[in-house]
């Protein structure tokens, strides 16, 4: 792949070089796709029951319209990254965009449930290779430091922002019709098709990706990961102890082991397990999983609580949660020289703790909460969390990793948001119904909301002592590296060139 150049004229008032017009437009169409994903995944949730009643669907059959874009998004998200790696990013992006374009098109037009689910799953499949590949795209196009942290914090907090103001957006479509919640990316898919077709890098002439297919570690990884996000996903209807989950809880350990094995013995690997040696991107995938797996499961209780409970309208809910995207949206300009300023070893930590707080400051919940005292605290609190550490995390996950092993960087960290929003929101759920015992007065769903909030909770606080961790340790590492041991350095005289002495050390 080919490295775009930035435009290096001076900018006296930044005091760095400039991007050229062609630079922006690849960021913000590779922006664009990133949005469409994002939104995608919270955009659905709101228009649930309108789809529901007038599709004819039960709440079993109903969950798959949101678990099979998780389902095809998170299982194919590390094929996707090596895809990108071995066939060509360009080429993996505007394809899978393609797709994505024609998936949402379908889903605005069918008149049955599986048909649904079917076109939901595509779309989650072809978001797996656009996600990849347009991230490897930015982190092999803008050089490591200043320019690449920059794009990067624009870019993942589109994402973030694409993930928030999806509820504020299906609120507003739903109230239109909820086909449109399907039928809106159809344009701006397109749109950014057009435009990345003339934009994105070609690769340079002759270049080819190195590597071969791993076609075993492929079909191991791959069918661990979606194993593992369905068995999540349906323990809690059939029970998280029942013969079922854990018979599948054990073809997912056998099919990992599996993984494994493969990919330390095959010579090109789907997943090279030496990059885990990377301290940063080891990290960072696991505080991917916790901080996005806590956010997921905390959205998903305060939807039930604002709209059960406190019979709020979808509209409103939507409203209510506006100020944490528009602060991530808002946040976009800034993040980069933040991120330069103070680097992500402290960013993550206060981003991590900011998330903290907001989602125990939930734990105050009741029957009669007002939105003043109660969620717009919490909301404020995860506008600024997310603003920090959304984009950190994905900085920490990609550096110092060579450029053909971008993709599957991006892959991984990608497939930790996923697994770990599949994984915690699937025990929340569990916690929900078991602490309401079934019932639907306002004081049961009070003691099922509760306990999942402080399963959330801690959570997030595992992700907090890992990123603070982190940070202690790479600065012992970086004062370790730069010491400068005391050595007793001779005296030397310093002449001028008429031999006179000038100074005596």
Same mark, same amino acid.
């Given at each position: @792949?080919?490295?775009?150049? &930035?435009?290096?004229?001076?900018?006296?008032?930044?005091?760095?070089?400039?991007?050229?017009?062609?630079?922006?437009?690849?960021?913000?169409?590779?922006?664009?796709?990133?949005?469409?994903?994002?939104?995608?995944?919270?955009?659905?949730?709101?228009?649930?029951?309108?789809?529901?009643?007038?599709?004819?669907?039960?709440?079993?059959?109903?969950?798959?319209?949101?678990?099979?874009?998780?389902?095809?998004?998170?299982?194919?998200?590390?094929?996707?990254?090596?895809?990108?790696?071995?066939?060509?990013?360009?080429?993996?992006?505007?394809?899978?965009?393609?797709?994505?374009?024609?998936?949402?098109?379908?889903?605005?037009? &069918?008149?049955?449930?599986?048909?649904? $689910?079917?076109?939901?799953?595509?779309?989650?499949?072809?978001?797996?290779?656009?996600?990849?590949?347009? !991230?490897?795209?930015?982190?092999?196009?803008?050089?490591?430091?200043?320019?690449?942290?920059?794009?990067?914090? $624009?870019?993942?907090?589109?994402?973030?922002?694409? *993930?928030?103001?999806?509820?504020?957006?299906?609120?507003?479509?739903?109230?239109?019709?909820?086909?449109?919640?399907?039928? @809106?990316?159809?344009?701006?898919?397109?749109?950014?098709?057009?435009?990345?077709?003339?934009?994105?890098?070609?690769?340079?002439?002759?270049?080819?990706?190195?590597?071969?297919?791993?076609? !075993?570690?492929?079909?191991?990884?791959?069918?661990?990961?979606?194993?593992?996000?369905?068995?999540?996903?349906?323990?809690?209807?059939?029970?998280?102890?029942?013969?079922?989950?854990?018979?599948?809880?054990?073809?997912?350990?056998?099919?990992?082991?599996? *993984?494994?094995?493969?990919?330390?013995?095959?010579?090109?690997?789907?997943?090279?397990?030496?990059?885990?040696?990377?301290?940063?991107?080891?990290?960072?995938?696991?505080?991917?999983?916790?901080?996005?797996?806590?956010?997921?499961?905390?959205?998903?209780?305060?939807?039930?609580?604002?709209?059960?409970?406190?019979?709020?309208?979808?509209?409103?809910?939507?409203?209510?949660?506006?100020?944490?995207?528009?602060?991530?949206?808002?946040?976009?300009?800034? @993040?980069?020289?933040?991120?330069?300023? *103070?680097?992500?070893?402290?960013?993550?930590?206060?981003?991590?703790?900011?998330?903290?707080?907001?989602?125990?400051?939930?734990?105050?919940?009741?029957?009669?909460?007002?939105?003043?005292?109660?969620?717009?605290?919490?909301?404020?609190?995860?506008?600024?969390?997310?603003?920090?550490?959304?984009?950190?995390?994905?900085?920490?996950? %990609?550096?110092?990793?060579?450029?053909?092993?971008?993709?599957? =960087?991006?892959?991984?960290?990608?497939?930790?948001?996923?697994?770990?929003?599949?994984?915690?929101? =699937?025990?929340? %759920?569990?916690?929900?119904?078991?602490?309401?015992?079934?019932?639907?007065?306002?004081?049961?769903?009070?003691?099922?909301?509760?306990?999942?909030?402080?399963?959330?909770?801690?959570?997030?606080?595992?992700?907090?002592?890992?990123?603070?961790?982190?940070?202690?340790?790479?600065?012992?590492?970086?004062?370790?590296?730069?010491?400068?041991?005391?050595?007793?350095?001779?005296?030397?005289?310093?002449?001028?060139?008429?031999?006179?002495?000038?100074?005596?050390?």
């Amino acid at each position: @792949m080919t490295t775009a150049t &930035v435009t290096t004229s001076d900018d006296s008032s930044q005091g760095a070089p400039r991007w050229s017009p062609r630079l922006w437009g690849t960021l913000i169409v590779l922006c664009a796709a990133l949005f469409l994903d994002a939104l995608d995944i919270s955009m659905v949730g709101i228009a649930l029951p309108s789809i529901g009643s007038e599709l004819h669907l039960s709440t079993s059959t109903l969950q798959w319209v949101v678990s099979g874009y998780v389902l095809g998004y998170g299982g194919l998200l590390l094929l996707g990254g090596r895809t990108a790696d071995l066939l060509g990013r360009r080429r993996v992006f505007l394809v899978a965009l393609a797709v994505f374009a024609a998936a949402s098109l379908l889903g605005g037009l &069918v008149d049955d449930g599986g048909l649904l $689910i079917a076109a939901r799953f595509i779309k989650g499949v072809a978001a797996a290779f656009t996600a990849p590949a347009g !991230l490897s795209i930015i982190t092999t196009t803008f050089p490591e430091g200043p320019a690449r942290n920059r794009a990067l914090s $624009i870019y993942t907090t589109c994402g973030a922002s694409g *993930f928030s103001l999806g509820l504020v957006l299906s609120g507003v479509l739903t109230s239109v019709g909820w086909r449109w919640t399907f039928l @809106m990316p159809v344009p701006i898919a397109l749109l950014a098709l057009v435009f990345a077709v003339r934009l994105l890098p070609r690769p340079a002439a002759g270049e080819k990706a190195t590597g071969r297919y791993d076609v !075993l570690g492929a079909i191991t990884g791959t069918a661990t990961v979606l194993l593992l996000v369905f068995t999540v996903t349906e323990a809690q209807g059939a029970g998280w102890l029942s013969l079922r989950t854990l018979g599948s809880f054990a073809v997912v350990a056998l099919l990992g082991s599996a *993984f494994l094995f493969v990919e330390s013995r095959t010579a090109h690997p789907l997943v090279r397990l030496g990059i885990f040696r990377n301290g940063s991107v080891a990290r960072a995938n696991v505080i991917a999983f916790a901080m996005t797996g806590a956010y997921g499961g905390f959205q998903f209780v305060v939807t039930l609580y604002l709209q059960e409970l406190l019979d709020w309208s979808a509209l409103e809910m939507a409203l209510g949660l506006l100020p944490a995207g528009a602060m991530i949206a808002l946040s976009a300009p800034f @993040m980069g020289p933040v991120v330069d300023r *103070f680097g992500t070893g402290r960013l993550l930590p206060i981003g991590l703790l900011a998330l903290v707080g907001a989602f125990a400051l939930f734990l105050r919940l009741d029957e009669h909460s007002s939105y003043p005292v109660l969620v717009l605290p919490s909301i404020i609190l995860l506008g600024v969390g997310f603003a920090l550490a959304f984009p950190s995390v994905n900085i920490a996950a %990609t550096d110092g990793v060579a450029d053909d092993e971008q993709g599957l =960087a991006s892959g991984l960290v990608n497939t930790a948001i996923q697994v770990g929003t599949a994984v915690v929101l =699937a025990g929340a %759920t569990a916690i929900i119904t078991a602490g309401s015992g079934g019932g639907t007065g306002a004081q049961a769903q009070l003691d099922g909301y509760r306990p999942a909030l402080l399963f959330i909770t801690g959570i997030a606080v595992v992700g907090f002592v890992i990123a603070v961790a982190g940070a202690v340790l790479d600065r012992r590492t970086k004062a370790t590296r730069f010491s400068v041991p005391d050595y007793d350095y001779p005296s030397v005289d310093l002449v001028d060139r008429s031999g006179e002495v000038l100074t005596k050390s």
